[in-house]
């Protein structure tokens, strides 16, 4: 069954350094996200993507936070300066449409620890 | 947004049927309820959909409540694979283009005793 892959599986930086995250999403799927995950609390939700476009996002993506669709496969999350409280684990998700019964596919998650 | 309620954990016994309950009595006509769940170390995945009938796959049964106010999802046969957090979330069936983003809760920590 085709998945969802990301990498690295864990990514260690310094504060205020700039880190990519990657994935590779399902290949016949339009709809892309992005979620977090910190320790011991809820997924949260960052970012939506569809056709090169953000479609939504939340509080938590702020300047500091972009996606990129580089090429026809991968999707990336870029934090610019990274902070303490940044570390967490980052699941990329896909979808095949942004309908309600079109079910997020994720991936494993990196994690991120800033130190 | 529609809230679910759904217990902090529960326990059941390998190989015994399990019914996960969640609560959402302000479920609007267009919200599709929908469970997922998070394996140890793992995203979340998908498990089963459903508007107002009960819905089956191969993972799981959707038993919804004829108002709509409440839904349990069923796993038949649990075995030690299915410890997890469950997660019970409704999502709007949008009129305009849009991907409707899933909004997760601290779901029920579901234990398999051997």
């Known amino acids: 069954e085709p998945e969802v892959t990301q990498t690295p599986s864990h990514q260690v930086t310094q504060m205020g350094q700039e880190v990519i995250l990657r994935c590779v999403p399902i290949?016949?799927?339009?709809?892309f996200y992005w979620y977090r995950q910190i320790l011991g609390q809820k997924v949260e939700f960052l970012v939506s993507?569809?056709?090169?476009?953000?479609?939504?996002k939340s509080e938590i993506f702020d300047d500091q936070f972009s996606v990129e669709r580089p090429d026809g496969s991968n999707f990336t999350l870029k934090i610019r300066s990274t902070k303490l409280e940044d570390s967490a684990m980052y699941f990329c998700?896909?979808?095949?449409?942004?309908?309600?019964?079109?079910?997020?596919?994720f991936g494993n998650g990196t994690r991120l620890t800033v130190t | 947004d529609a809230k679910t309620t759904q217990p902090n954990s529960m326990e059941s016994n390998e190989e015994e049927p399990v019914h996960l309950p969640c609560n959402h009595s302000?479920?609007?006509?267009?919200?599709?309820i929908h469970w997922y769940r998070q394996l140890p170390s793992q995203g979340p995945e998908y498990v089963i959909h459903?508007?107002?009938s009960n819905v089956n796959n191969r993972m799981a049964s959707l038993a919804i409540a004829e108002d709509r106010k409440s839904s349990t999802l069923i796993l038949h046969r649990a075995t030690l694979r299915d410890a997890a957090v469950y997660y019970c979330?409704?999502?709007?069936?949008?009129?305009?283009?849009?991907?409707?983003?899933?909004?997760f809760g601290t779901g029920t920590r579901l234990t398999i005793i051997p």
């Open positions: 998700a896909s979808s095949e449409s942004g309908a309600y019964n079109s079910p997020l596919h």
């Open positions: 979330i409704l999502r709007a069936l949008k009129t305009n283009f849009g991907n409707e983003k899933l909004t």
């Open positions: 459903g508007l107002t």
């Open positions: 290949s016949n799927h339009l709809y």
């Open positions: 993507f569809y056709n090169n476009e953000i479609s939504e």
């Open positions: 302000t479920i609007s006509g267009t919200d599709y």
